[in-house]
């Protein structure tokens, strides 16, 4: 994996999660909308508006560099709708970058051929 792939899955990784907190937080704040007088919704909405859409743009740019198939790309921009699916995201980013470290080090030691 070069440089500019790592750095996309871990600009797609660190956002995972502000994202998935966002939508929580949206999703409280529309509740509290109609149970009280607390109306929060437009700042959080603006707030998780603007990280859903940098999460989009890191989430094609992680895409188009690791070239994944349909399916993972699929379940990466599915996992950004869901609730809870930005944790789970991250954690798989997480792994898969851990891997690859791994993999990437065993390929310079020549232990496994490329």
Do not use: Q
Request: contains cysteine.
């Amino acid at each position: 994996m070069d440089l500019k792939t790592a750095s996309a899955l871990h600009r797609l990784r660190l956002v995972s999660a502000p994202e998935a907190v966002s939508f929580l937080v949206l999703l409280v704040c529309s509740v509290l909308k109609r149970t009280t007088t607390f109306d929060a919704v437009p700042v959080m909405g603006a707030v998780h508006g603007v990280l859903f859409v940098i999460y989009v743009l890191f989430w094609a740019d992680a895409w188009n560099r690791t070239k994944w198939d349909l399916k993972t790309a699929a379940l990466y921009f599915v996992l950004s709708v869901l609730p809870f699916g930005g944790f789970y995201a991250e954690r798989k980013l997480k792994r898969a970058a851990e891997d690859e470290v791994i993999a990437s080090r065993a390929r310079a030691e020549g232990k496994v051929s490329a």
